[in-house]
């Protein structure tokens, strides 16, 4: 095909000239005068349609056809006269012209065409695009004036409404054409007309610097009532009014309204929350993420909310070391659950340790699925302290009372069956078992109703300045007629310290410590009684020579019904609340109790009370 392409203008100029050739002997003595005018036409038709390359071939084919059929000598190609040479260059040179010429026009032709072509091109795409565009206006037209939302252009110039599409007017409470020409602040709610434009001005200005701008704006009905719109501006170029801003309403009134009661609901949610004694806390389903904590928090935890928003983990951190591992698990099985209750100890950051009580349940969507986990957790140290007080009650009942009393019974039952009516030294030895019984019972009695009032703060401390010297004295002169009979001496060395403190209280905790220091002490040794003065605290020590205590009951034997041998409440005469009475008495003063002990050596109790200055003494 490309190489029949490339013949066929060659083609062309052979079948021209032969053509040319005919006509021209057909026609010889019609044109015996003119040579090769027949050949010219073909020339032409060559060139026109073969291009310049066919038109030359067909020039020299026509000049050596005339040569050879019409110019004499026939049928050669040698020329005779001069003339004929003259006349066939003639031809040759008008033929070249000839064929250049329509070469030109060819190609002229062509360009026209072309051009003519691009520009009908040109025309029918803007045709096209022009129709388009004018489907794409009435499209949007339509769009518009059915939008949900309302619709309005203002001018950015001098803020005159241009259009408003029927949900526009709606909204607002205008009628069909009646906004257009106001101006905008019309639809502004404002207490008055300057506010409006205000408020206008700022919204134009917005839109105006930064091309587009999303707000809520107040706005009000032709009748005069108030709503809100969410509001989306934008500005465009338009070809009659200039710059305009193309501004869409949505009515969110409604939307409004419930938020502002979920606000209102919020509130009083977090006073409700913020001011019950109990924590009210809420996080995601991973306790990754807190969602809220009332401030009862800070009261309870000691520790800040922000603290713990920042670290959720917190939480657990605060809790007793002993409880934290059964809290994980406890926490990992209400994901199954949904709810649970449990107890647990935290330490706050002082040291000291409450009891909380936590119950906790999970908040699910439409779905039923746990989406958060919420709950409450107050202190119960208090109500944990009374459980520990019945506790004990039921085993002093059981046991410290009941022990007593059973040896009472007993003695009295032996009497009342008459069986030693006619032994006077076992009777007489019943009636002395139940005395002393019953005079353990009195102590034991006397001491719970002591410690309770103190631990209850029924008791008011009458507090008066106050001779350590003196008080150690006076504590001595009670326990000085057991010391005696035993050979045991007080080696006192006190000095005229003052203290502020409730003498009565004060001697009793001495008294208690002197008794223990007698009970546990071999006969005639010594008791070392000292009063040291230190920076800010009056050190008070009191050292025995007894069999010493185990370094685990150090600090047990402070709690009550607590002591280093269970015999030592039959043989020793205790009630094992003393110490228990002695630090709660020293805890009321600000003061600190403890004991120190080497087994087979000894043991020495210590105490401090706040010093009292001289200027405190005055003021006193």
């Known amino acids: 095909m490309k190489n029949y392409r490339q013949l066929l203008p060659y083609g062309i100029a052979i079948g021209a000239t032969a053509i040319a050739l005919l006509l021209s002997l057909g026609l010889e003595m019609l044109l015996a005068h003119t040579v090769g005018a027949v050949f010219y036409i073909s020339i032409i038709i060559s060139s026109w349609y073969g291009g310049w390359r066919s038109g030359i071939v067909t020039v020299i ?20 006269q001069v003339g004929d040479v003259l006349e066939l260059e003639i031809f040759f040179v008008v033929g ?78 205008y009628d069909y054409g009646e906004l257009n020409g106001q101006h905008v602040s019309i639809v502004n709610y404002a207490n008055n007309p300057e506010m409006a434009e205000q408020v206008n001005q700022a919204i134009r200005s ?27 501006t934008s500005v465009f170029l338009h070809p009659e009014y200039g ?42 389903i991973d306790y ?22 920042e670290n959720v983990s917190a939480w657990l951190e605060a809790v007793h070391p002993e409880d934290r591992d059964r809290v994980k698990l406890e926490m990992v099985e209400q994901l199954k659950a949904g709810k649970f209750e449990k107890k647990y100890r935290i330490i706050r950051p002082d040291g000291s340790i409450r009891w909380i009580r ?34 004990e009650f039921i085993g002093i009942v059981s046991h410290e009372l009941r022990t007593p009393l059973t040896s009472i019974r007993a003695s009295m039952g032996l009497l009342q069956s008459g069986i030693y009516d006619q032994k006077p030294e076992k009777f007489q030895r019943m009636i002395d078992i139940a005395a002393s019984e019953s005079d353990r019972l009195v102590r034991l009695v006397n001491d719970i109703l002591d410690l309770e009032r103190l631990d209850s703060g029924r008791v008011v401390l009458k507090r008066s ?45 001495l008294t208690n410590l002197f008794s223990n220091a007698l009970k546990f002490s071999p006969a005639d040794s010594t008791i070392t009684i000292r009063v040291e003065q230190q920076t800010n605290k009056v050190l008070f020590s009191i050292s025995d020579r007894g069999r010493g205590i185990p370094a685990d009951k150090l600090e047990t034997i402070f709690q009550r019904f607590q002591q280093v041998d ?40 210590f105490f401090t009370l706040p010093i009292v200055e001289a200027e405190d003494v005055e003021d006193k």
Not at 251 to 265: F, G, H, P, V
Not at 293 to 308: P, T
Not at 485 to 505: E, G, L, P, R, Y
């Open 566 to 605: 269970v015999s030592d409440s039959r043989l020793k005469g205790g009630t094992g609340l003393g110490l228990a009475i002695c630090r709660t008495i020293i805890d009321q003063h600000g003061g600190k109790i403890w004991a120190e002990s080497t087994l087979g050596v000894g043991s020495t109790f």
């Open 96 to 173: 070249l012209t000839i064929n250049l010429l329509t070469n030109y026009f060819r190609q002229s032709t062509q360009k026209i065409k072309q051009q003519l072509q691009e520009t009908s091109d040109r025309l029918s795409k803007t045709i096209i695009q022009q129709q388009q565009a004018q489907q794409m206006l009435e499209l949007q037209a339509v769009i518009t004036r059915n939008m949900a939302e309302g619709v309005c252009l203002v001018s950015a110039s001098d803020a005159l409404i241009v259009y408003a599409n029927p949900k526009f007017e709606q909204m607002f409470g």
């Open 61 to 80: 084919f026509s000049g050596l056809a005339s040569n050879y059929f019409l110019i004499s000598p026939i049928h050669g190609l040698q020329i005779a």
């Open 465 to 509: 300045i106050c001779t350590a010297a003196d008080l150690i004295e006076q504590a001595v002169a009670g326990v000085q007629a057991i010391a005696k009979q035993q050979n045991i001496a007080f080696n006192i060395q006190s000095t005229d310290t003052k203290v502020w403190v409730a003498a009565d209280a004060l001697i009793q905790t």
């Open 358 to 391: 936590d119950r906790s349940f999970a908040i699910k969507n439409e779905l039923g699925e746990i989406i958060r986990l919420a709950g409450l957790a107050e202190d119960i140290t208090e109500e944990e302290k009374i459980e520990q007080m019945k506790s």
């Open 243 to 284: 710059h305009v801003l193309v501004a869409v309403h949505q009515d969110i009134t409604a939307r409004k309204q419930i938020e502002d009661a979920l606000r209102e609901s919020e509130e009083k949610f977090r006073q409700l929350a913020d001011n019950i004694q109990a924590v009210f806390w809420m996080t995601d």
């Open 288 to 309: 990754q993420q807190l969602l809220y904590v009332s401030k009862a928090y800070e009261s309870i935890w000691h520790r800040s909310c922000a603290e713990l928003y």
């Open 206 to 232: 917005a839109v105006l610097q930064q091309g587009e701008a999303s707000y809520e704006v107040h706005n009000v009905k032709k009748d005069g009532t108030p709503f809100w719109c969410s509001a989306t």
